[in-house]
């Protein structure tokens, strides 16, 4: 049995096979496996999956990794080192999260899979198959042919197998770039922190010893920070982080250039089918998991074992291959939050004791851009004039009232985000902006492919409301600590944008997390962030979460409290910039900036 891809699916797989007695090739495209210097978190899913792939395999990646203890923070702070919100991770975690080198997973993988008795080519990729009765020929980058009685295309988001297979194009770039790096001895001590600043996201975490990983995500036109090199990279990563918290950047300083990676962020839908015949899709291959769900090695582990079990239990290979993709497309397809529901797993969240709405400390961001909520207009007072003067330091502005469009992410009607999102409608109505609200319901497009907004109704019009937009509001539930997969689809048909300005160049990004739990809220909030970052829009400074819709503002006009404060904050920030951009709009002929 031939292997395409030696990666943590492949490697995963082929020891798996070889542990239950099958013959298995692993043929891999680099010259040396384990020579990448990233990191990746392993949760419980994972850590039961290499357990059922054999007897020593979790033993073994616990004894390379740090476990995630009871009492360990998540910290979110801004660019400057506030902390916005802390998540307790160790003691709500059902199991130790296991955050491991990506080169350390990748020698065990390697050194359990040779064990086994699998044997592994480097140097050399899959570039085709042919299949040829009962066995499959495999062609080889040099020229030679393998042939096996099955082919497993385990060779990642761009993968030869998928092509040849299903012929569905590249993958799309998803508008941001991957740095990553590693240092020893960080003033930032043993914890793990997103850190989030205009147009870029750090993630930072523990991995071994005194080392800290860090993943800078920056919203970046394709191919620009791949062609630097690390060195390069690294040089434009610090002046891009001028200004930032010092022991931030710091740690980007501090790493050695061998040890980056850079790497545009591509995409791609889940396959329709994985199985041709003898062949058989695993891991990125069949669900390209993106690095901000954090579940791509999970996935690869559990793909492996599954794939091991079936075939080493089954005769007869087609078969065997039929059921595998037929339980692990269910599954996921689940955690890739079901593009109708972003659902991860069903399941009523901890509250997490330690961390409590009053314990937010973005109220100390609320001067951030020198602008306080207007007041709310009393009832009975009309409609908002055409204009409006905003003070700043530099200059008095003339602003045009902004066009905000509010999108819900759940598809329940008349759910929680559907009435923050109203909500948040009214406050921005109140500051002088037109507004247009998406309930989840009216975003229930189908899977995106480019061109598609142009013959589907409902997506034109989001896209049509977008391009007049001065800001945005994006509202999800937090679904486990992810974001909705029904809201990401939506704006994914931002593709689409095109003209002078495409995607949500330069439009405030106002971002709300809706769940009865502070558990999640973080996660939730920082993957919209990146969101709007991705979009190439402005998300504001402050992001909320809520657990129910606030009440409405008294007649009285007293200044509210709690979450009503917070999103009356966020949206007076939204509506401020939308503003501003109102207000620097020049008229395009043809197209709306």
């Known amino acids: 049995m031939v292997v395409a891809g030696g990666g943590i699916g492949g490697l995963a797989a082929a020891a798996g096979l070889a542990v239950r007695g099958i013959d298995v090739t692993v043929v891999e495209r680099a010259g040396r496996i384990g020579a990448c210097g990233t990191a990746l978190v392993i949760h419980s899913r994972g850590m039961r999956a290499a357990d059922a792939l054999s007897e020593r395999l979790g033993g073994r990646i616990r004894a390379v990794a740090p476990l995630t203890g009871p009492g360990e923070i998540h910290v979110l702070m801004d660019s400057g080192g506030t ?57 080889l980058s040099d020229g030679e042919t393998l042939d096996s009685e099955a082919l497993v295309g385990a060779d990642g988001t761009h993968s030869a197998v998928r092509a040849r297979m299903l012929g569905d194009g590249p993958p799309r770039y998803r508008g941001y770039t991957s740095v990553e790096g590693c240092t020893r001895g960080s003033a930032l001590g043993h914890r793990r922190l997103v850190v989030d600043g205009r147009g870029i996201r750090l993630l930072i975490a523990p991995v071994s010893g005194d080392t800290l990983y860090w993943n800078a995500e920056i919203t970046a036109p394709p191919g620009v920070w791949p062609a630097l090199g690390a060195a390069g990279a690294q040089r434009a990563l610090l002046e891009a982080l001028d200004g930032w918290y010092g022991p931030v950047v710091d740690l980007v300083a501090d790493a050695g250039p061998g040890d980056l990676v850079i790497t545009d962020i591509h995409h791609r839908d889940p396959a329709p089918r994985w199985v041709d015949g003898r062949v058989v899709l695993l891991g990125d291959a069949a669900h390209p998991m993106l690095t901000a769900l954090g579940q791509g090695a999970d996935m690869a582990l559990e ?291």
């Open 83 to 139: 902390v916005l919100a802390e998540e307790q991770t160790g003691a709500a975690a059902e199991a130790p999260q296991v955050p491991v080198l990506r080169s350390a997973l990748h020698r065990v993988l390697l050194d359990e899979a040779l064990a086994a008795g699998a044997a592994v080519r480097l140097a050399t990729a899959v570039t085709d198959y042919t299949p040829v009765g009962d066995s499959v020929t495999v062609r």
């Open 303 to 593: 793909d492996a074992a599954a794939l091991a079990d079936v075939l080493a239990s089954s005769a007869e290979i087609p078969g065997a291959l039929v059921a595998y993709a037929a339980e692990r497309m269910d599954r996921t397809a689940a955690v890739l939050a079901s593009r109708r529901q972003g659902v991860l797993e069903r399941g009523v969240e901890r509250r997490d004791a330690q961390t409590k709405p009053a314990g937010r400390r973005d109220a100390a961001l609320a001067d951030v851009l020198g602008r306080r909520p207007r007041p709310r207009r009393p009832a009975g007072t009309g409609a908002p004039g055409p204009t409006t003067t905003a003070l700043t330091e530099k200059r008095d502005i003339a602003m045009r009232s902004p066009h905000i469009v509010l999108i819900s992410g759940s598809l329940r009607s008349g759910s929680t985000s559907d009435q923050v999102a109203q909500w948040c409608a009214r406050r921005c109505a109140e500051q002088g902006a037109t507004t247009r609200v998406f309930t989840g319901a009216e975003i229930d497009f189908p899977a995106y492919r480019p061109g598609l907004a142009g013959t589907h109704e409902g997506a034109a019009a989001l896209l049509g409301e977008l391009r007049a937009a001065d800001g945005v509001i994006l509202v999800s539930p937090t679904y486990h600590a992810s974001v909705s997969g029904l809201l990401k689809n939506a704006l994914d048909y931002v593709n689409d944008i095109g003209g002078p300005l495409p995607y949500l160049e330069g439009r405030a990004i106002g971002t709300v997390a809706v769940g009865t739990g502070v558990q999640g809220a973080v996660s939730t909030l920082a993957t919209l962030r990146t969101v709007g970052h991705a979009l190439r829009g402005w998300p504001t400074p402050v992001g909320v979460a809520v657990a129910q819709v606030p009440a409405e503002p008294s007649a009285g006009g007293a200044e509210p409290g709690g979450d009503a404060a917070r999103l009356v904050e966020m949206v007076s920030q939204a509506v401020w910039l939308g503003g501003v951009r109102s207000a620097a709009r020049t008229p395009l002929l043809g197209a709306v900036a």
